[in-house]
């Protein structure tokens, strides 16, 4: 282990309390790792010990990334989320094999999963788009996070109008899914769309309402005006 990495976990550990572990689990729809440390604290962490390794090559900083993946903790994965954010202007084309070896091999959790595609996934396929013909084949994985990642990653982008046509595929390949985490996913990536795009949402919404699970319908149309959600919602 390394000595970063170390020092993070014991600071984790000693952080930790076990009201917060048991709210944790209490949330957490799947048996999770936790060490028992509040979000808030986790950021702060998170950011103190970036300030002691930014001075690291990109290549260096993934690798502390993956050590803390690897450890299979909750909080761990959000600080290896918020290092892989934060260098951002750096991504190149190539590491999108780390971030997708990330989502296939550590990923186990919805809240892990959210993390690190809202943020890291999401600003890379935001600066290289062809890699949204890459979420595109996640849909198809037998891994429900990578199902899950093909959604959420493009939650920001929608939020600010971008790649609708993009987001209304990603949702017909997803629109049969039969998790109920994915069909949340992408139930959610369209509320996000519908922020900016709200009439061609609803009318995807009508168009596909037959085969649209109830959970991804009710996500869809949320933000949406009282009189649209109760069309939406008749039967």
Known sequence: MSDTVN???????????????????????????????????????????FE??????????????EELWQSGYLEESFIACKWSFFIRKDYEPDDFKIFEKWVDQYVNNW???DTLCNHTVGAFVARYPNYINDLKKWTSSSNR?????AAVSLIIPARKGKFLNDIVEIADLLLTDQDDLVQKGYGW????????????????VMSKKAVMPRTSLRYAIEKMPPELKAEAMKK
């Open 111 to 113: 809240a892990s999963c």
């Open 189 to 204: 990536l369209l509320k996000s769309a519908s922020q900016v795009h709200q009439t061609a949402i609803f009318e995807y």
């Open 52 to 65: 002691l390794i930014k001075s690291k090559s990109k290549a260096e900083i993934f690798d502390l990334c």
């Open 145 to 149: 996070w990578m199902r899950r990642a």
């Open 7 to 49: 020092t993070i976990r014991l600071e984790l550990l000693e952080l930790a309390d076990e009201k917060t572990k048991k709210t944790g689990h209490y949330f957490s729809k799947e048996p999770v790792m936790l060490h028992g440390v509040k979000t808030a604290l986790v950021s702060k962490i998170a950011k103190k010990h």
